[in-house]
Each structure stands twice: as C-alpha cells, then as structure tokens.
C-alpha cells in the first residue's frame, strides 16, 4: 500500500514538475528535477532529494528561531545526514536565479524585522544573492557590479509591499549580509 502511495505521488510530482511547478527559487535536483523541503536547521533552510540521497542549503532564515526549534535540531541533522550536501548551484537553479554569493550570517535589526513583511524580506535577500540590486540607484548598481568582482561591500535598497524601503548590506568578507531600515544606518 504504501509503495503504491509513494509511486503515485512520484507520478504527480512528475506532472507537476512538467508543468514547471518545481523550477523554482530553491532549485530541484539535477539528477531528476526533484526536491522535497524545507527542512529547517537552526537558520538553515535545506531541500532533499531522496531518490539521490543529496541536499542542498538554499536559504537563510533572517529570523530568530521559533520555541522548541533548537530542541528539534539534532533530529533534524540525524536526518540530513543522510544525504551527501551539494553546493546550490548544482540544485538546477534556473539562470536568473543563481546565487551569486554568499551572504554569510543573516542578521536582521529589530526595527527592520518589527516594520517588515518576513516573506518579502526573505524574496529580497534571494533577489541580493543574484545580483539583482533592487531599487538602488543605476550608479549605485554599477558600484555594486563592480564590488562583486573586487570583492568590496555589497548595498541593496528593496520595499516591501507595504513600499517601507529596507536595506541588505553584505559585508566586504562575506561574513555577514544585515537587513535594516535606513534609519538604523
């Protein structure tokens, strides 16, 4: 029964997966188009493939954790531990998507987190990963392509739906990337 179960919800899935439904921001396996999550560690949002046993880390929650979550996290590293880890940009990302580089700790000021929308947040940061420099300034996204190379610190200016502007600044080294308000500059 449960074979059965798993065969036709493979069979969905690969409908679904025809119809482009899992092409998406978090990427798919690239063995098979697959991929099954969230599945949250601490901060760290990770996608499985289980028929491939791999994983990847394809997002950063920039919000604290919720209670009991870190009471939750060893069973959740026994359980991705099962899976060998591949980098994000092996997970089938589409093109205008791949992440472009590392964000480091993802920190959020308690302004910015009190006035934001977190979904918004969240689009955001995936958008700065790309390159995509939202709202800043033509000049300032021409500075920012030229960070990228050389390695200098990265500003974004975004809106939620709300039009609150927020900044996502990356740091020079890539440790840390802070969503805030321009006001908490």
Not at 43 to 72: M, P, Q
Not at 93 to 99: E, Q
Not at 119 to 133: I, K, P
Not at 164 to 184: G, K, Q, Y
Request: charged share 25%; hydrophobic share 35%; aromatic share 10%.
């Amino acid at each position: 029964m449960k074979m059965e179960e798993n065969q036709r919800t493979r069979e969905q899935l690969i409908l679904r997966r025809e119809q482009g439904a899992y092409r998406g921001l978090y990427g798919c396996c690239p063995y098979c188009g697959f991929s099954e999550g969230p599945f949250n560690l601490y901060k760290e949002n990770w996608f499985v493939c289980t028929e491939h046993l791999i994983r990847w880390c394809a997002s950063y929650n920039v919000f604290d954790h919720l209670d009991g979550e870190w009471d939750a996290a060893e069973v959740m590293e026994r359980f991705l531990s099962k899976y060998r880890e591949i980098p994000p940009s092996e997970a089938d990302l589409p093109p205008d998507t791949t992440l472009k580089l590392g964000l480091g700790r993802t920190v959020i000021t308690p302004a910015a987190q009190e006035a934001l929308n977190a979904d918004d947040v969240q689009t955001s940061l995936g958008r700065h990963a790309s390159g995509d420099w939202g709202d800043t300034h033509p000049q300032d996204a021409l500075a920012n392509d030229v960070a990228m190379v050389r390695g200098d610190r990265l500003l974004s200016v975004f809106h939620d739906r709300a039009r609150t502007a927020f900044w996502v600044v990356t740091e020079a080294n890539r440790s840390v990337t802070t969503v805030l308000l321009p006001e908490d500059y």
